[in-house]
């Protein structure tokens, strides 16, 4: 599992002062981004070198429980599924012990064209090795 911490602000709260449903999806992002970045994937180079790049395919999402300004939130990635092109993940919010947001997100990788593009073996390699022993590798 993939760890990101984070802090609800001010400016993600609504007028209610819960976190804004909006910004769950943001939360999940960054901790997507830490977790791609802690593969050894640089995903401006990616981009810029390999004109290939990662996109949100599709994302399924409960809200629980409502977040407040000032919690410190626990975002957990879990890997559901691995393709050659896509693949899905779990991701929970937590305060404490108390799951407060859970979704699944299909991610996918494009080529400048806008086609999906296999992920290379070394990528493959390294988000197994991250999961091991919990998942079932790819062809198996």
């Known amino acids: 599992m993939f760890q990101y911490n984070c802090e609800v602000f001010y400016e993600d709260t609504d007028m209610g002062g819960r976190v804004y449903h909006a910004n769950y999806l943001k939360f999940i992002e960054r901790a997507r981004s830490k977790f791609i970045d802690s593969l050894n994937v640089d995903q401006r180079l990616l981009l810029l070198e390999e004109k290939k790049f990662f996109i949100v395919k599709n994302i399924t999402a409960d ?30 919010i ?47």
């Open 63 to 92: 809200y629980l429980s409502p977040a407040y300004f000032g919690d410190k939130l626990i975002v957990c990635t879990n890997l559901v599924e691995l393709k050659r092109a896509s693949m899905m993940l779990k991701q929970e």
């Open 94 to 140: 937590m305060r404490d012990d108390e799951k407060l947001f859970e979704c699944n997100v299909r991610l996918a990788m494009l080529n400048s064209t806008g086609k999906p593009e296999r992920f290379s073996a070394d990528l493959v390699r390294n988000i197994e090795t991250f999961f091991e022993p919990t998942q079932k590798k790819i062809g198996e």
